[in-house]
């Protein structure tokens, strides 16, 4: 595990964080604009066998998994709020960070939110297009945003069960 200097982790977090909001907002556009599907609904990319992959449009107005979904005016804005506050917690967590994989894990996860929260405050509700399906079972629509943010979580649920403690400065060392 390694530990490096916390500013130089908030780099590292924030500019990964950057990347995945970027990548978020091209594929959404790319999706609405580009590739309209919207209008298309959805589109099998391919199957093998009993695996496939759909682009299929969603507007998710919940959170994860279509939960707290509304269609109150005022539900997409609360959304936005709760998920801006908890980037603003995740990025002070960010700061202290004391290894790079736990700074990069939350900047995939707040570049995650942010995006999710541009599309609350664009649309209303979130894009999403993803439609993995296998055995007759589909996954739940998910996009980039998504993928990082599930992906962040479980490297920070890795590091915290397998991870190393931090090793105690050496007797008579200054903290």
Do not use: C
């Not at 500013?7 to 964080?17: F, K, M, W």
């Not at 309209?36 to 449009?57: C, I, K």
């Not at 998920?83 to 603003?88: K, Q």
């Amino acid at each position: 595990m390694s530990v490096v200097h916390p500013g130089l982790n908030l780099r590292r977090g924030l500019l990964l964080g950057l990347f995945v909001l970027i990548a978020d907002q091209a594929s959404k556009w790319w999706i609405l604009e580009g590739f309209d599907l919207p209008t298309r609904r959805s589109v099998e990319l391919f199957t093998a066998g009993p695996l496939g992959l759909n682009l299929t449009m969603v507007w998710n107005r919940g959170v994860t998994f279509g939960l707290l979904s509304g269609s109150a005016p005022w539900h997409g804005w609360a959304l936005a709020a709760l998920a801006a506050v908890i980037a603003a917690f995740l990025i002070r967590w960010m700061a202290q960070a004391e290894t790079r994989r736990t700074a990069l894990a939350l900047g995939a996860i707040v570049g995650g939110a942010v995006g999710n929260l541009i599309d609350r405050l664009r649309f209303g509700a979130v894009v999403d297009f993803v439609d993995a399906h296998g055995w007759g079972w589909h996954w739940y629509v998910f996009n980039v945003a998504d993928a990082a943010i599930v992906l962040g979580v479980g490297v920070l649920l890795v590091e915290a069960l397998f991870g190393r403690p931090a090793t105690p400065d050496a007797p008579g060392k200054a903290a």
